[in-house]
DNA sequence: GTCTATACGATGATAGAC
DNA sequence: GTCTATCATCGTATAGAC
């Protein structure tokens, strides 16, 4: 029997039946709108027509269910993420000038955006990554960490040349307050409207295009705190 | 029998046993450490040294401790914010200018800082903070949304008079973005590094100011997506 | 009024038949 | 691979002792 390895099953292609898709993409789906918490894996099952213990079978647990379903849209996501920061990076280098805090960024949060708004199954799917980033969870931390921390240095490695007079210190806090900022508006549309009446009716690009201003702005301001580097 | 009305039980001095204070004292402690869905009713009560069914009668729920958690800090919390907001205000319009988007900033995150620094038994709640706000649940989104909101639109209204040039739009959405920054910043601890190798050994103060840095400029710098208010 | 012991339904997980 | 039966544990509810 070949290998058909097309099929975004998550199991390279080796599944017959479809019972961990209809898994995945129940999963998806409802972990998006009740949460991960929230959502049981009996109704999880009855959703995906599939038995309640082909969970544990198929994937373990349900937290591993969970990294599971955040592994199929990561690791595309990253993909994407290393071509656009290292063509940003190549392109910098080939000119001998410095990479664009801002080309630097949008390399980074644009695939975000995109996915988000591509209108295809992984539609939401950035509502449940933000969500999934407060999990407590050692699983799901290390998850984040296995995938989303390469990409991350490589964007660490670019503002550091692009802010060649920063502080290593003060970038990484200010990288920490940008992720934030993604992070919180990522998650945002189930926090209904902290803010006084907020215009929710906006498209993710526009979001996301004020975001980076927002981001880029603080990243270059001047640092008080961390005046020499290291 | 006289009120005393010091005794900080969560119950308006009336408490006699400290049934209540030792729960919410456990409660807040656990939380913090092993999440809130992560902390079991069982555990809790042991570790408060009182009945299984103490937190379902002094409380209701497991849900309605978690909101008695966060109110007894919170209500001394906005109140000082709120009365750092309105000296601002009324500084600048005793002087006749427009107060500083610093000020205002410095007024709001401020106290969760010290709250956090003080040494008191509120050590360790902004964490907690952090992590009850990415919780989802009506109850504690609504609990979030009577205490902070009315101190954020103060927030939001001085930050409109030192920033008249921008829209109320954009505005709203930088200041979530700001919002976004803390929270993570907060709770951040129980996420290891996702940053390469950040400094973790850096008092929060020191991380405010440059949170406040980072958040300040990200609001003063101009906006290309909402060019006109409204 | 407080506190205790106990019981109930639902959950995630597992073992074994098919 | 799939299913049923079963388990320990969870949050919760309540009756009754003090």
């Known amino acids: 029997m070949n290998r058909v390895a097309t099929k975004e099953d998550g199991d390279g292609g080796r599944c017959q039946s479809g019972t961990k898709t209809r898994i995945l993409d129940a999963a998806e789906r409802i972990f998006t709108d009740k949460g991960f918490r929230g959502t049981s894996l009996r109704e999880l099952t009855a959703e995906a027509r599939v038995n309640i213990a082909a969970v544990n079978y198929h994937f373990g647990s349900k937290?591993?269910?969970?990294?599971?379903?955040?592994?199929?849209?990561?690791?595309?996501?990253?993909?994407?993420?290393?071509?656009?920061?290292?063509?940003?990076?190549?392109?910098?280098?080939?000119a001998s000038v410095r990479p664009s805090v801002h080309g630097a960024l949008h390399a980074f949060f644009g695939p975000m955006i995109s996915l988000h708004d591509s209108g295809q199954a992984a539609d939401g799917f950035i509502r449940f990554l933000g969500q999934s980033f407060s999990e407590q969870s050692d699983t799901i931390?290390?998850?984040?960490?296995?995938?989303?921390?390469p990409v991350q240095i490589l964007l660490f490695d670019i503002l550091a040349e692009a802010l060649p007079h920063m502080?290593?210190?003060?970038?990484?806090?200010?990288l920490n307050?940008?992720?934030?900022?993604?992070?919180?508006?990522?998650?945002?549309?189930?926090?209904?409207?902290?803010?006084?009446?907020?215009?929710?009716?906006?498209s993710y690009a526009t979001m996301t295009r004020c975001m980076l201003d927002f981001i880029a702005a603080g990243l270059e301001a001047p640092c008080a705190q961390y005046p020499s580097p290291g």
């Open 167 to 174: 502080s290593h210190d003060c970038l990484s806090w200010r």
């Open 177 to 202: 307050f940008a992720l934030g900022s993604m992070i919180h508006s990522m998650s945002m549309d189930h926090f209904p409207s902290l803010l006084p009446n907020m215009v929710p009716s906006i």
């Open 141 to 149: 931390s290390e998850t984040f960490l296995r995938h989303i921390e």
């Open 63 to 94: 937290e591993a269910l969970l990294q599971a379903v955040l592994e199929r849209r990561l690791v595309p996501l990253k993909k994407v993420q290393r071509n656009r920061l290292e063509m940003i990076r190549k392109n910098a280098q080939a």
